[in-house]
């Protein structure tokens, strides 16, 4: 199946620890993003890479560190994690041109900090 | 800063009562207005795009229409599968969408 994928769908973990979310396209597409769905359902964006290339930073914490191996894949690693961390974090890719910001979403990783 | 405001929060409804959700909007230099659908336990799931006041688009039991200050999603006659949480986004400048905090929809039997 064509799709968004990200691993782990859940991840419970203790306040100081450090994470990664992984997350892999097979769309084709040469943009990926990192979102982050608070308890209110607002998605805000995190981060964008357009082939490789990071091109989109919004005001997130340095603990948060997003790393593009390829166009395919987009990981997201957190630091000393906190309890504002607990969300929703959601993968999402686009191609490029005027259809650039209709957005395949993955199914989203829950981060639970204890 | 690009803003978007949808109401209502959450709306409940029986099966085939039509209605409307609204989207309201601020941007500078709009790149499009997105509908998304959520459903609990799954990512946005992408519905339409409208780009220029008076377009109208429609899927099945939706239909979404734009103006300069706000967007609709129009629901006839919908059903119990139509429950899910509707998304909207304004695209700004850069490869960067706006979302709103979405409205519930519950439809009943």
């Known amino acids: 199946d064509t799709a968004v994928s990200q691993t782990p769908k859940y991840l419970v973990t203790q306040m100081g620890n450090d994470k990664s979310i992984k997350c892999e396209q097979n769309?084709?597409?040469?943009?990926m993003y990192w979102y982050k769905q608070d308890s209110k359902k607002f998605l805000k964006i995190m981060f964008s890479y357009n082939n490789k290339e990071l091109i989109i930073n919004e005001t997130v914490p340095n603990r948060f560190s997003p790393k593009s191996p390829d166009k395919a894949h987009l990981n997201l690693h957190i630091n000393s994690l906190e309890l504002g961390d607990s969300a929703v974090y959601f993968c999402?890719?686009?191609?490029?041109?005027?259809?650039?910001?209709?957005?395949?979403f993955g199914a989203g990783s829950r981060l639970t900090v204890l | 800063e690009d803003q978007v405001t949808q109401s209502p929060e959450a709306l409940r409804l029986q099966e085939g009562e039509s209605s409307s959700l609204n989207c309201s909007y601020t941007?500078?230099?709009?790149?499009?207005l997105f509908w998304y659908r959520q459903d609990p336990g799954k990512g946005p799931e992408f519905l339409f795009t409208l780009y220029s006041a008076g377009e109208e688009k429609e899927k099945e039991r939706l239909k979404a229409t734009l103006t300069k200050k706000e967007s609709f999603l129009h629901i006839t006659a919908p059903k119990p599968e139509d429950s899910a949480t509707y998304l909207c986004?304004?695209?700004?400048?850069?490869?960067?969408?706006?979302f709103g905090t979405g409205t519930q929809l519950k439809v009943e039997l």
């Open positions: 769309l084709g597409h040469d943009t």
């Open positions: 999402a890719s686009s191609q490029p041109g005027q259809g650039a910001k209709v957005l395949t």
């Open positions: 986004a304004v695209g700004g400048g850069g490869n960067k969408l706006t």
């Open positions: 941007v500078s230099g709009l790149r499009g």
